[in-house]
């Protein structure tokens, strides 16, 4: 059995688009893949090692993981699982809250020798001009799309900023920008 077969026996894979493609890159430890941390306090958490023990045992099969490191998105706060929106982080206590992060990230992941990258979202999302980001990005969402998401259905009686709307665009943003 490969790793994608124990992933898939552990209930881990959930959802696959060219599946034989993704096995054999996985199995053959040709995959590079990522998680995104935002940064809302200073530890990582239970749910954090999980997604840990994921990637160190990706990693163990020669697969290569990008620790996503969310102080970009902090900046905002993703609604997700939210009853109200989350309390505003000053850049330095999400500046602190990555440093910290990272320290115990490398305590699982080996990021010796470029097998596994940091990235902090951060350094693209900061400098995007918001005009040119709501023409080239924002076209290719649709409204009605990001309101039937769960995450956003239910805050809706209690409201929703525009600020975490945005939220989901940015998290796309990072995809788009790490694929380039």
Not at 14 to 24: F, G, H, K, L, P
Not at 86 to 100: G, P, S, W, Y
Not at 104 to 115: A, C, L, N, T, V
Not at 154 to 159: F, I, L, S, T, V
Request: net charge negative.
């Amino acid at each position: 059995m490969g790793i994608y077969e124990e992933l898939v026996a552990r209930g881990l894979i959930a959802q696959v688009t060219n599946e034989e493609e993704i096995r054999e890159m996985v199995n053959n430890g040709k995959a590079t893949f990522y998680i995104g941390f935002d940064c809302t306090a200073d530890s990582l958490h239970v749910g954090h090692f999980m997604a840990l023990c994921l990637m160190k045992r990706l990693q163990m099969a020669g697969n290569k993981p990008i620790a996503l490191i969310g102080d970009g998105t902090t900046l905002i706060g993703d609604p997700s699982g939210r009853t109200d929106m989350r309390q505003m982080l000053t850049e330095d206590a999400i500046k602190h809250n990555a440093e910290c992060f990272k320290r115990q990230m490398e305590k699982f992941i080996d990021f010796s020798d470029g097998k596994a990258l940091m990235l902090y979202n951060s350094e693209w999302l900061k400098p995007l001009n918001y005009i040119e980001m709501l023409r080239e990005v924002g076209a290719c969402f649709s409204v009605n799309n990001m309101l039937r998401a769960e995450c956003y259905k239910q805050r809706m009686e209690k409201g929703l900023s525009f600020l975490e709307f945005n939220y989901m665009i940015m998290q796309s943003y990072d995809f788009y920008y790490m694929f380039q």
